[in-house]
């Protein structure tokens, strides 16, 4: 059985609004998938989006109650933060984390499409590019693009990217990708109602690092 299926992401209810506890606990298991990679430069990578999951939980275990959903959370950090507002606590780092999402989302798709450069079919670098420019592009400067470029050329080979997602396990390409394709429905439609939700609250903003 793949980490993948392991823990998918929850079906949203009819108002898309996003559980935070199931939210928390799913996104939780997406950081060990960027171990497997293989290289140093993603430890970076891997320490912002713990370092986010890790600011939202902090906010919502002082009161699950109140939090059950992420958008309760931005409404109360708007109330209480009215001047620093959205550039501040849970609100700020579930903006960045959920366009680490969008890559990722990007970058599954992609594959699961089957897309590939024909000329180094085992590279993986026209999906990630692609990601890179759906998601985060836009928000980097030149240092933070420049990173980009160094974590591209120590991407892993598509076929050591499906062992990574399937455990270590040898698996089929096919059947990998099956998986991915069932994880990305839920995946998916979690991170468009995130995103949704900062277009509706006017929570979006895009000042670059
Ligand atoms: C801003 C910013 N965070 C931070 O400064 C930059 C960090 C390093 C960014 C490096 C860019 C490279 C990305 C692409 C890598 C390609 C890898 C390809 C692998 C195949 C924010 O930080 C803070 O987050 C916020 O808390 C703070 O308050 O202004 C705010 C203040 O600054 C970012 O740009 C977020 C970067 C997230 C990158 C996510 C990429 C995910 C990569 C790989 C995942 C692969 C595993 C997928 C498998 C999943 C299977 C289910």
Request: glycine share 4%; aromatic share 10%.
């Amino acid at each position: 059985m793949s980490l993948l299926l392991d823990h998918l992401f929850t079906d949203l209810p009819p108002d898309r609004a996003v559980d935070t506890g199931l939210f928390l606990d799913s996104v939780s298991h997406l950081p060990a998938f960027i171990d497997c990679l293989g290289s140093k430069v993603f430890s970076l990578i891997k320490s912002d989006i713990i370092g986010n999951i890790t600011k939202i939980r902090g906010v919502y275990e002082k009161d699950p109650q109140r939090f059950v959903t992420l958008q309760q959370i931005l409404e109360a950090e708007r109330q209480d933060h009215a001047s620093e507002w959205p550039k501040v606590g849970a609100t700020l780092a579930l903006m960045w984390l959920k366009r680490g999402l969008r890559f990722i989302q990007i970058l599954l798709q992609s594959l699961a499409d089957g897309e590939k450069d024909e000329n180094n079919p085992n590279l993986i670098r026209v999906s990630i590019t692609k990601a890179y420019e759906g998601s985060l592009k836009r928000y980097h400067g030149w240092l933070v693009q420049k990173i980009f470029k160094a974590a591209l050329m120590a991407a892993p080979y598509r076929s050591d990217f499906i062992k990574a997602l399937s455990k270590g396990e040898e698996v089929k390409e096919e059947e990998c990708l099956e998986k991915v394709r069932h994880f990305l429905v839920n995946f998916t439609a979690t991170v468009d109602a995130i995103y949704d939700m900062y277009t509706e609250l006017n929570a979006e903003l895009d000042y670059t690092v």
